[in-house]
Antibody, heavy 120, light 114 residues
Framework: QITLKESGPTLVKPTQTLTLTCTFS??????????VGWIRQPPGKALEWLAV???????RYSPSLKSRLTITKDTSKNQVVLTMTDMDPVDTATYYC????????????WGQGTLVTVSS | DIVMTQSPDSLAVSLGERATINCKSS????????????LAWYQQKPGQPPKLLIY???TRESGVPDRFSGSGSGTDFTLTISSLQAEDVAVYYC??????????FGPGTKVDIK
């Protein structure tokens, strides 16, 4: 059974850096084709993909946020970390991590999400 | 960038009736090398994460009831709920994953009971 869980601060101040950790079980991020991504959702709004990291350490970022995002993995700890710099109130959202089982399938298992509020 | 649009924004359907949601991509999401459309449908209920319903435009994820079906190819896609149940009240999103540079979601369609 695949599970993912997001953790990190619930409140950050404007201009600060957000660090979120996705801890997963039930799969290995060293298996060919497997990936973990981050998606966010502002309150009452649509989903927005942020970043994805693949088993071979290939990384892709949303073009509109690329300069602010870094995604890394620690395969031994079964964790994926997302950092987002220069946080702004518009970044207030629920942040999800999600599993992708192959290169030709979408995000099939999602964490419950963590709400991050950006406010001074 | 591939832009996804959905219609309608919301719809209300009587229990047991059919619900149809449309999704359009600004570019084709058909991979001609394997004839697969990289288009997915998700269901999101309040306070819950999205749940994958359909991938490759028409393949149901394991455990998804067969009243959910997907169709379409290229740039135009449809999600159909053949007989709406109370537990189907949710927001439905389409997503393209053809472009590995940007995974794009549609704006969502809210489905309610009439």
């Amino acid at each position: 059974q695949i599970t993912l869980k997001e953790s990190g601060p619930t409140l950050v101040k404007p201009t600060q850096t957000l660090t979120l950790t996705c801890t997963f079980s039930g799969f290995s991020l060293s298996i060919s084709g497997v990936a973990v991504g981050w998606i966010r959702q502002p309150p009452g709004k649509a989903l927005e993909w942020l970043a994805v990291i693949y088993w071979d350490d290939d990384k892709r970022y949303s073009p509109s946020l690329k300069s602010r995002l870094t995604i890394t993995k620690d395969t031994s700890k079964n964790q994926v970390v997302l950092t987002m710099t220069d946080m702004d109130p518009v970044d207030t959202a629920t942040y999800y991590c999600a599993h992708r089982r192959t290169l030709t399938t979408p995000f099939d298992n999602w964490g419950q999400g963590t709400l991050v509020t950006v406010s001074s | 960038d591939i832009v996804m649009t959905q219609s309608p924004d919301s719809l209300a359907v009587s229990l047991g009736e059919r619900a149809t949601i449309n999704c359009k991509s600004s570019q084709s999401v058909l991979d001609s090398s394997n004839n697969k459309n990289y288009l997915a449908w998700y269901q999101q209920k309040p306070g819950q994460p999205p749940k994958l319903l359909i991938y490759w435009a028409s393949t149901r994820e394991s455990g998804v009831p067969d009243r959910f079906s997907g169709s379409g190819s290229g740039t135009d896609f449809t999600l159909t709920i053949s007989s709406l149940q109370a537990e189907d009240v949710a927001v439905y999103y389409c997503q393209q994953y053809y472009s590995t540079l940007l995974f794009t979601f549609g704006p969502g369609t809210k489905v309610d009971i009439k």
